[in-house]
């Protein structure tokens, strides 16, 4: 069964608006989870590394303003895009991994986010 | 600058042959090397990890070699199903400063024509 559970699948709003994105961790409590932002044809890009009880690391040219994340408990984080743009439209995708090196990582479904 | 390097190009092979994709890499010293399955729209899936001082891995019908010499790793899949068409992710971690900070390649797409 599913180890990751991310919800949306999919969303399409106006620009401006705001969307929350849910990541999760359905088997294990998982002190780090990794928001990805996938283009079509293109790798996985990691956005920022979310740490539980702490503030999440973004990777370099990641707004942290704009794309805001939350690791309030060891089984959920959110990405909230903010006053989202059309700029903003891609594959998110977050993922979970045990604590520890060389621990593979589970990843969510992916939402799929379309800004008109 | 580092560097991963898979064949973006689909791969196209017959049903009941090997896949051999490839994975090559470039000013990295990774630890360990990662391959992932990933279907349409959907997250990638997790197949199978190997250390740099493993040179091969398997797992059922896959296997998976890494030559830290040559950078290289190759994901082989046997007797092939159409099933096992998807696009295929190497992912490196050089375990730098004990912080898990994984890096996908582009992919490879692999369609195994009945």
């Known amino acids: 069964g599913a180890v990751v559970s991310q919800h949306p699948s999919r969303v399409i709003c106006k620009s401006g608006t705001s969307v929350k994105i849910e990541c999760r961790s359905l088997?294990?409590?998982?002190?780090?989870m990794f928001w990805y932002r996938q283009f079509p044809k293109k790798s996985l890009m990691l956005m920022a590394t979310?740490?539980?009880?702490?503030?999440?690391?973004?990777e370099q040219g990641v707004e942290k303003d704009k794309f805001l994340i939350n690791h309030a408990s060891l089984t959920l984080s959110t990405l909230t895009v903010t006053s989202a743009h059309p700029e903003d439209s891609s594959f998110y995708i977050c993922?979970?991994?045990?604590?520890?090196?060389?621990?593979?990582?589970?990843f969510g479904d992916g939402t799929r986010l379309s800004i008109l | 600058s580092q560097k991963i390097e898979q064949n973006s190009e689909a791969l196209n092979i017959q049903e009941g042959k090997t896949a051999t994709l490839t994975c090559n890499y470039t000013?990295?010293?990774?630890?360990?090397l990662q391959w992932y399955r990933q279907d349409p729209g959907r997250g990638p899936v997790f197949l199978l990890l190997?250390?740099?001082?493993?040179k091969e891995k398997r797992k059922e019908r896959l296997k998976v070699t890494f030559d830290t010499t040559l950078k290289q790793s190759l994901f082989h899949i046997t007797a092939s199903q159409p099933a096992d068409s998807a696009t295929y992710l190497c992912?490196?971690?050089?375990?730098?400063?004990?912080?898990?900070?994984?890096?996908f390649g582009i992919g490879t797409k692999l369609q195994v024509i009945p």
């Open positions: 979310s740490n539980e009880g702490s503030k999440a690391t973004y």
């Open positions: 190997i250390r740099e001082n493993e």
């Open positions: 992912a490196l971690d050089p375990l730098s400063g004990g912080y898990q900070k994984v890096t």
């Open positions: 993922s979970a991994a045990h604590p520890g090196p060389s621990q593979p990582q589970h």
């Open positions: 000013n990295y010293s990774p630890a360990y």
């Open positions: 088997d294990f409590q998982a002190t780090t």
